[in-house]
Every structure is written in C-alpha cells, then in structure tokens.
C-alpha cells in the first residue's frame, strides 16, 4: 500500500542559484540526493570553431565572452599564448600592468563569487557590500580600457594604451581601503553560525579525486594540494612578487570561502607590489600589423580565479589559427558536482555549485 | 574557556557584531545614483558606439576609405563602398553603414584608423539606444558624422 520511490527533479535551466543556465537533473530519494545528471550547452555559442575563421586580433574580444566575470584573464591567456608561439618580448611596462589589472579582475571576480555565493545561502547584506568594492575596481578599468566587462583591454605584443593621468593613485587608494572593507565581510560571515552550518562539512571533494577530475584552482588548494600555476610555473613577471598560496585541509564549503578570501588579501598585496616597482617605458612591443604566427602548437596556462585557464592554438602559418582550444576551468570543475553532492540534501546543492564558482559562458564557450 | 565560548553562544555574539557592521553602514553616504535623472560621469577612454568624425578646423570629413576597419571587425558591423576619384588618386566614400546590432564595442576599429591627428572612426560615448524598429540600428554616414537623431520620451 505504502511505497517509497526515487523522484527526478529538475533544477534550472532558469534557477537563480545555478549562476546561469545550467540544468541539473537531480534523482532524489527523500531529500537526499542520490544521482546528478548536469545537462550543460545552453549557452553554447561555438566559439572554438568561429576562431578558426577570425585572424589572430580579432579573436580578442571573443575571449572577453567567454569567461565575463573574469575577462581580463581570457585576454591575458589569450594575448599571452600568441606571443609565446611568437617569441615576442613584451616591455615590462606592459607585463607590470597586465599583473596590476589582472590581479585586480581577481578580487573583482572572487567579490561576485561572495556576494552570489552568500546571497545563495541566504546572507544578503554582503552582496551588496561586495559589489560596492567592485564598483571601484570596474571604474578602474573604465578609466584604463574604456570598458566595464568585456574589456578587450590587451593587444598581442603589450597594450594599446599606458594607464591614464592619476590611475596609479587610485589603483594605491582601493589596494589601501579594500582590507578594511574586507574586514566587514570576515565580520559578517566567517564566525557567523548559520554561515558555518551552511558550508562547514558540504561538498566535500577530497585531494585525490580532485586530482582526478582536474580539478584546478581555488576547490584544488581547499583539499591541501598546494598548486598554483602562478608559483608552479611562474608566467608574466609573478617570480618577482612576494605572495603566499593559501592551502587548506578539510575540503569542504568553508574552506574554499577561507582559501578565496585569502587570495583577495594576496593579490591585494601583488597589486601594492607592482605599484611599487612599475617601471617607465614603452608599453607595446614591436608587432607586425599583420600577425603570422610561425606553423606549430602551443598551449599557454594562466591561473584564473576559478583555475587553470588554458589556450591552445595550432598555426600553419596563415594569419588565422588552424584550431583554437579553450581549457576552461569551469568546465572542468563542474564535472566533479555529482560526485560532491551525492548523498548530501538538496539545500546543499544550492552551496555546492556557488563553491564551485563557475561561469556558463565559460563551461559552454 | 568553555565557559566563555557557553557564554558567547548565548548572547549571539557573532551575530550582533555582523549586525553593527550593517548598522554602520546604513549611515555611510550612497553610491548609487537614480539614473533616468543623474548620471554618471565617464571615463575619457569609455567605450560607447563607434562613430566618425570630421576634422575641428576644417569641418571635411576625415574618412578616406581605407577600409581597414572594416577589415578588423569581428562582427562584421561595417560596410564601405567607395570608388576612386575622378583624378585617380585616393577614393571617395560612397557610402558608410556600421550595424549597431552587431557591433561588439570592442574598439578594434579605432587602433588602425589611418588619419592623423585624430582617427576619422572613435568611440563616442553615447550608450542610450532604444528603439521600436530593427532599421533604426542601422546608421548610415550622416547619422554617425552627426549623431542619431535622439528620440525623448516624455515620464
């Protein structure tokens, strides 16, 4: 007469917790969750084959679409990698830059990671706090490349402009208040109870099935494995700062809020650093107008704030590349979601996804 | 110890600390601003729709239709037609559309742009685009020397 059975429940694609349109076939037992199936593609946009028909600068901006919570890490992967299959030299004016703006997207982007994350749980307040700091960083960029998301902000060989009059003052005003700003969201979250019985224990993801999966970034050092490719296998001018990799060891949802809050106060400190020494000069290297790579492969890594974020291009020599590969990290990530979310209730999911911290457009491309 | 941890789980302490938090900042000035009525200042560099220029001193329009920037665009946005100058030497813009539809306000046009001093192709600031009519999207030379004819709805 009484019977119990397995239910499918379908999460998304329109959720607001899912950070866009991803879809999650849930089979529930109870509350709990038994088996997930992540259906993913709705954003897919085919970027990889329309970079085989655009020349090596116009796939700049297409970069920017990708990952748009982050985008001046596409850019900078990107520009980076041609160069590498190049051999340029870009000036040190330029690389000094390119680690202040990118290591400011960085903080940019782990603020909206906070601010949603929280806002998943329930913890509205900070999401306001944090897209307040953002707002400064965003009008930084304004300033430096004229645009607010899809920056578009580097060319291959250094960029397109120097920082404008009295951009460096600013940059040292927000790298001087933001720890003190940071200070209230620690204050509001890291002792708070509800915010510890939300995280503490969930979606645990230990270091050898991370490894597994490939899983990089900021999930791969919440499970003690201390990697990170800026330390790893410095690229830019990174051997020159002075910066600590957070590792933590008990894998779960708290420890990822810690690891990221650690790394807003590191790249705080990259930023002071590379203000400090900004060296004088020129800022674009000498390209020609009409960019041949020579013919062969390369892939080129950069650690985003979600992970390792690679490119790989393979030129036969024409001024348009042969096969264009993105490595993005959210993609990557998203794959170990049912393993940590099996057997956990439903609630946690919600957690789970925002610890990931993915972006669509980056797991679809 | 264990009796000041008891004791702090009991009067809520971590709550009322993130509750000061809140209360400060109720008293910090705004940062937002009530759009339709004030708006923001923008940067110099602000990346609005692409539009062309004629030169301050002369008032000629700068555009010699060398068609690079038709040539870089991602999009596709931009169509030139020119023919050559009766004389033979350089061209004659005929015609010169960008599809705003289409246009991903990357700037890449401008970086070619030959003329000198100032590119004859720019990113202007304006942003506000709102229309009943997929036509209107499509700008031709005069529209994007002298701006488009900007629409005012009454509240």
Redesign the interface.
């Given at each position: 007469m009484f019977r119990t059975e397995m239910m499918d429940i379908n999460m998304g694609p329109q959720h607001p917790a899912t950070h866009g349109v991803l879809r999650l076939k849930l089979l529930l037992d109870g509350e709990t969750v038994t088996d997930t199936d992540v259906i993913i593609g709705y954003l897919h946009r085919g970027v990889e084959k329309l970079c085989e028909t655009k020349n090596y600068h116009m796939i700049e901006p297409y970069t920017d679409r990708l990952d748009y919570v982050a985008a001046m890490y596409e850019n900078l992967g990107y520009v980076e990698t041609v160069e590498k299959l190049m051999g340029v030299k870009v000036p040190e004016r330029a690389e000094y830059i390119r680690v202040i703006t990118a290591e400011l997207q960085r903080i940019a982007s782990h603020l909206v990671w906070l601010g949603t994350h929280a806002l998943d749980i329930g913890a509205m307040t900070v999401f306001f706090y944090c897209f307040r700091e953002r707002e400064i960083i965003l009008d930084l960029f304004e300033a430096f490349c004229g645009a607010r998301l899809t920056y578009n902000a580097y060319r291959i060989g250094g960029l397109p402009w120097d920082l404008p009059p009295g951009w460096t003052d600013r940059a040292r005003h927000f790298v001087k208040i933001f720890p003190e700003r940071q200070k209230e969201y620690d204050t509001l979250l890291t002792k708070n109870r509800i915010w510890l019985g939300r995280t503490k224990g969930v979606g645990i993801l230990r270091a050898e099935d991370a490894i597994d999966f490939g899983v990089t970034g900021p999930c791969l050092r919440s499970a003690g494995v201390d990697y990170d490719l800026r330390k790893a296998h410095p690229y830019s001018v990174y051997d020159r700062f002075q910066f600590d990799v957070p590792v933590t060891y008990n894998c779960d949802t708290y420890d990822r809020y810690l690891i990221r809050m650690e790394e807003m106060r590191q790249s705080t400190r990259i930023v002071e650093q590379a203000l400090d020494h900004l060296p004088a000069g020129e800022v674009m290297a000498k390209v020609p107008k009409r960019i041949k790579p020579p013919a062969g492969e390369v892939y080129h890594t950069v650690e985003g704030p979600r992970g390792e974020l690679g490119f790989y291009i393979v030129s036969q020599g024409e001024d348009k590349p042969y096969r264009m590969r993105f490595r993005s990290p959210s993609f990557v990530n998203l794959q170990a979601l049912p393993h940590m979310i099996r057997g956990s209730l439903v609630a946690d999911v919600v957690a789970v996804i925002g610890t990931l911290d993915i972006v669509l457009g980056d797991v679809d491309r | 110890m264990i009796f000041g941890n008891l004791l702090r789980?009991f009067l809520l302490l971590?709550?009322w600390?993130?509750m000061?938090?809140?209360l400060k900042?109720q008293f910090r000035p705004h940062?937002t601003v009530e759009y339709p009525r004030e708006t923001l200042e923008?940067?110099?560099?602000?990346?609005g729709v692409p539009r062309l220029r004629r030169d301050p001193q002369t008032g000629e329009e700068l555009c010699i239709s060398c068609l690079l920037c038709e040539a870089?665009?991602?999009t596709e946005c931009i169509s030139i037609v020119s023919e050559k100058k009766a004389d033979g030497k350089g061209k004659d813009l005929v015609s010169f559309t960008i599809n705003y539809e289409r246009c991903?306000?990357?700037?890449?046009c401008v970086?070619?742009c030959p003329t000198k001093p100032i590119t004859a192709i720019y990113?202007s600031h304006d942003y506000e685009f709102a229309g009943y009519d997929r036509d209107v999207y499509v700008a031709d030379r005069r529209e994007l020397v002298d701006g488009l004819p900007v629409k005012l709805y009454d509240r």
């Amino acid at each position: 007469m009484f019977r119990t059975e397995m239910m499918d429940i379908n999460m998304g694609p329109q959720h607001p917790a899912t950070h866009g349109v991803l879809r999650l076939k849930l089979l529930l037992d109870g509350e709990t969750v038994t088996d997930t199936d992540v259906i993913i593609g709705y954003l897919h946009r085919g970027v990889e084959k329309l970079c085989e028909t655009k020349n090596y600068h116009m796939i700049e901006p297409y970069t920017d679409r990708l990952d748009y919570v982050a985008a001046m890490y596409e850019n900078l992967g990107y520009v980076e990698t041609v160069e590498k299959l190049m051999g340029v030299k870009v000036p040190e004016r330029a690389e000094y830059i390119r680690v202040i703006t990118a290591e400011l997207q960085r903080i940019a982007s782990h603020l909206v990671w906070l601010g949603t994350h929280a806002l998943d749980i329930g913890a509205m307040t900070v999401f306001f706090y944090c897209f307040r700091e953002r707002e400064i960083i965003l009008d930084l960029f304004e300033a430096f490349c004229g645009a607010r998301l899809t920056y578009n902000a580097y060319r291959i060989g250094g960029l397109p402009w120097d920082l404008p009059p009295g951009w460096t003052d600013r940059a040292r005003h927000f790298v001087k208040i933001f720890p003190e700003r940071q200070k209230e969201y620690d204050t509001l979250l890291t002792k708070n109870r509800i915010w510890l019985g939300r995280t503490k224990g969930v979606g645990i993801l230990r270091a050898e099935d991370a490894i597994d999966f490939g899983v990089t970034g900021p999930c791969l050092r919440s499970a003690g494995v201390d990697y990170d490719l800026r330390k790893a296998h410095p690229y830019s001018v990174y051997d020159r700062f002075q910066f600590d990799v957070p590792v933590t060891y008990n894998c779960d949802t708290y420890d990822r809020y810690l690891i990221r809050m650690e790394e807003m106060r590191q790249s705080t400190r990259i930023v002071e650093q590379a203000l400090d020494h900004l060296p004088a000069g020129e800022v674009m290297a000498k390209v020609p107008k009409r960019i041949k790579p020579p013919a062969g492969e390369v892939y080129h890594t950069v650690e985003g704030p979600r992970g390792e974020l690679g490119f790989y291009i393979v030129s036969q020599g024409e001024d348009k590349p042969y096969r264009m590969r993105f490595r993005s990290p959210s993609f990557v990530n998203l794959q170990a979601l049912p393993h940590m979310i099996r057997g956990s209730l439903v609630a946690d999911v919600v957690a789970v996804i925002g610890t990931l911290d993915i972006v669509l457009g980056d797991v679809d491309r | 110890m264990i009796f000041g941890n008891l004791l702090r789980k009991f009067l809520l302490l971590e709550l009322w600390q993130g509750m000061w938090v809140t209360l400060k900042n109720q008293f910090r000035p705004h940062i937002t601003v009530e759009y339709p009525r004030e708006t923001l200042e923008f940067a110099p560099r602000f990346r609005g729709v692409p539009r062309l220029r004629r030169d301050p001193q002369t008032g000629e329009e700068l555009c010699i239709s060398c068609l690079l920037c038709e040539a870089i665009c991602p999009t596709e946005c931009i169509s030139i037609v020119s023919e050559k100058k009766a004389d033979g030497k350089g061209k004659d813009l005929v015609s010169f559309t960008i599809n705003y539809e289409r246009c991903c306000f990357c700037g890449l046009c401008v970086d070619p742009c030959p003329t000198k001093p100032i590119t004859a192709i720019y990113m202007s600031h304006d942003y506000e685009f709102a229309g009943y009519d997929r036509d209107v999207y499509v700008a031709d030379r005069r529209e994007l020397v002298d701006g488009l004819p900007v629409k005012l709805y009454d509240r």
